[in-house]
């Protein structure tokens, strides 16, 4: 749990469904190039022959069909379980030792959008706990998309590992299992409360504070329970006595104190801090400011000292990983964490009682994912360290050497280690066939669990593999991209292109099937887009991750100057320089981030892309920004709010001439919808064509599949009409 201020643009305009985390500078150059690349683009635009388009040989349905793994943990029994959603149909299956034949064992067979998240294991792996249903808003309603007249609400369930019939705990998230596996401690209202397995168990809440209340941890003898309270400028980490019926806080201050550990002992607890920051801003680019630091306090007396402290520079902004632990307590008395220092997000060991950090992942590449083994020493983690464009699994312990445990051209993901402590099950995916779950067992290459899962007219075949390529953006950067070519391409022949962008920013397509929920439905519509005909290019412009430090906070993007405007330009030329590209017909799409920069392309560039798709996009980042940061405010911040304008797509809406389609969910918790409400007002008045779909209740990250086929399908639809005829 980051402080609000910090957290907030990092995961703001993703799209799938981390929910919320957080993210100035300089030019205008951007402006110039762009007006100079579209008169040479219109200047270029030449004659080009109609291609006849390929035959359907699949459909959007048939694409979307494969269950998307989610959730994936693991029991000191060895049994794992993980969440399937099968079209809108969300189910939790688990496997056990040594066969790992999966089975499924909760069954929810209506596309009703209620999510299930946050699995955990009672401690003798006979129980799984969950969640069912989605947080609330800022007004507190509960994600409710198929606008079920009887509402929503959020709570935490239970099931027998080896089946049964699920029964609701009690109303809550952030389910936390006691040590002895006798109660849960969750959030619930305005409270951390408690309560009892039995069927007529009474929850009692344990502390009522102030803030926003959340990463709840046990210590591991059970007497104690830590968490952070986050009061919007500031946090704390508390520490509550369960016999003394007391809260004590750890070391209070004025900076943002988040992800409390136990010590093995019980006795400690480390913590980041964040020094104070009271210029709000997001999406702007943080190379560097005061650096963060671990502490590590007494729980008797809540006095601290520091046993880390980033450097100056590189780093000394905090770069948090995916992962339950942001900072890993290990048996053998060193703290793990993510650290930026060379440019690279990797892991760092430190003794706990203060010394000098030893990295444990050497190499040009980023650590990702990341989890402790039950042994309380071994770290598995995913990194694209051994090919960019990827991800392979590897594991280390704090003072070891990391080894690296897959190779090849698979993207593997959410490594947890079995109760034995030597398989690993994972989820992975590749370019044919998407994400499922499987097992690494000790002398034996990894297999696929629950095959029987797929479904029998899933296309894997008639798919394609993306090509990795580079391209030069408007100012000469190199960006990475996918390139999809369609099979049957002949010799002069030249297609429509639609070029993809992703959201985020904090986002990074691959050449597979997307370990995200929202990119595996994006890489579908690439793939069902290729099978029409259409050359598709995936661009993972600069500010997204995969490429280091200064790639991800490059130089003034977004609402500092949206240089990834550059690449996007760029995309268009390299499209309409390629000798299989009909120049005449490029068109964008993408979601949240992607949609913003789509909407960018049609107002600056409109004799450059013919047509897009923005779903969900932001048009204006001075009412952007505040919909992640309340306390920004472009009255006081002038300057910025200035520029913030100027780097949105309605500071350029004269230039707008393409057709677009705008798709939105009214419930959109990420990018508000009065975004897509004031832009179709504008387009209204300068008469340019526009389309809408509309979603009712749905958030950002739509939750039922009809929503997504729906929206996929008006997609392709629109595309083809306006490029493809």
């Keep these: 749990m980051l402080p609000a201020l910090r957290r907030t643009a990092r995961a703001a305009l993703r799209g799938p469904v981390h929910t919320v985390e957080k993210p100035l500078i300089h030019t205008r150059l951007h402006l110039i190039l762009g007006c100079a690349v579209v008169l040479l683009a219109q200047g270029l635009l030449g004659s080009a022959q109609t291609p006849t388009m390929s035959r359907q040989p699949f459909t959007i349905d048939q694409a979307l069909s494969a269950p998307f793994p989610t959730a994936l943990v693991t029991a000191r029994t060895g049994t794992i379980a993980w969440v399937f959603n099968s079209r809108g149909r969300r189910s939790i299956w688990v496997a056990d030792p040594p066969e790992y034949n999966a089975r499924q064992v909760t069954l929810y067979d209506t596309d009703d959008g209620q999510d ?13 706990l969950f969640v069912r249903g989605g947080g609330p808003n800022r007004r507190g309603e509960s994600p409710n998309p198929s606008s079920d007249p009887a ?11 080896g089946g049964g019939v699920p029964r609701k705990l009690v109303a809550g998230s952030d389910p936390a299992v006691s040590p002895d596996g006798r109660s849960v ?3 619930g209202g305005d409270a951390i409360s408690v309560i009892g397995f039995e069927p007529d168990a009474t929850a009692r809440p344990i502390v009522r504070a102030r803030g926003t209340l959340g990463s709840l941890r046990w210590s591991p003898d059970g007497t104690r329970l830590a968490f952070v309270s986050d009061r919007g400028s500031h946090s704390f980490v508390g520490v509550h006595d369960l016999a003394a019926r007391q809260v004590r806080w750890m070391d209070p201050g004025v900076d943002g104190d988040f992800e409390p550990t136990w010590s093995p002992d019980s006795r400690h607890v480390a913590f980041g801090r964040i020094p104070a920051d009271f210029t709000p801003g997001a999406f702007t680019p943080e190379r560097e400011g005061p650096p963060w630091s671990i502490r590590v306090a007494d729980v008797m007396t809540g006095a601290s000292r520091e046993a880390f402290r980033a450097s100056a520079g590189r780093g000394s902004v905090y770069r948090e990983v995916v992962g339950d632990q942001q900072f890993i307590w290990t048996a053998d008395g060193h703290l793990v964490f993510a650290w930026e220092r060379d440019g690279w997000t990797h892991l760092y060991a430190v003794p706990a009682s203060g010394g000098s950090p030893r990295l444990l992942t050497p190499g040009d590449g980023e650590v990702e994912h990341v989890s402790l083994g039950l042994d309380g020493r071994t770290i598995v983690y995913a990194s694209n360290q051994s090919d960019l464009s990827r991800r392979d699994l590897w594991r280390v312990t704090a003072t070891g050497a990391p080894e690296r445990l897959t190779t090849g051209a698979m993207v593997e993901w959410s490594p947890v280690m079995t109760g034995d402590g030597r398989s690993v099950a994972y989820l992975r995916s590749d ?11 000790p002398g034996s290459a990894g297999r696929d669990l629950a095959l029987g899962a797929m479904p029998p007219d899933f296309p894997a075949a ?26 049957g391409l002949g010799v002069g022949e030249r297609r429509p292109a639609v070029i993809f962008l992703h959201g985020g920013s904090r986002r990074q397509m691959l050449p597979a099937w997307h370990y995200g929920s929202y990119y595996h439905h994006a890489y579908a519509l690439n793939q069902y887009l290729t099978s029409r005909g259409f050359v598709v290019l995936s661009v993972n412009f600069r500010s997204g991750i995969g490429y280091g430090l200064e790639f991800r906070e490059a130089l003034g993007y977004g609402a500092a100057g949206a240089s990834e405007f550059n690449d996007v330009l760029g995309a268009g030329l390299y499209l309409r320089n390629r000798p299989d590209v009909d120049g005449r017909r490029i068109g964008l799409w993408g979601g949240s981030y992607g949609g913003y920069l789509t909407a960018m392309g049609l107002s600056r560039a409109s004799s450059l892309f013919a047509a897009g798709v923005d779903i969900h996009g932001v048009h204006d980042w001075t009412n952007g920004i505040r919909n992640f940061v309340p306390a920004y405010d472009p009255l006081i911040q002038v300057e910025a709010a200035r520029l913030a304008l100027q780097s949105s797509p309605m500071a350029s809406l004269d230039g707008w001439r393409s057709p677009v389609l705008l798709i939105h969910g009214d419930d959109d918790r990420n990018v508000a919808f009065t975004e897509t409400g004031r832009l179709v007002e504008q387009l209204r008045r300068r008469g340019v064509e526009h389309e809408l779909v509309i979603f009712p209740d749905e958030v950002h990250s739509f939750l039922l599949h009809r929503s997504w086929r729906r929206a996929l399908e008006a997609a392709a639809d629109f595309l083809e009409r306006r490029l493809a005829q």
Excluded: Y
């Design 116 to 128: 299930l998240t946050q699995l955990a294991f009672s401690p003798d792996g006979r129980t799984v």
């Design 151 to 161: 509402g929503a609400e959020r709570a935490i369930w239970m099931v027998p590992a």
């Design 185 to 187: 401690a969750f959030l």
């Design 431 to 441: 370019a044919r066939n998407p994400a499922r779950p499987a097992i690494l067992v």
């Design 462 to 487: 008639a798919l394609v593999e993306p090509q990795v390529v580079t391209f030069e953006a408007a100012d000469g950067m190199r960006i990475p991209a996918q390139l999809f070519l369609p099979a």
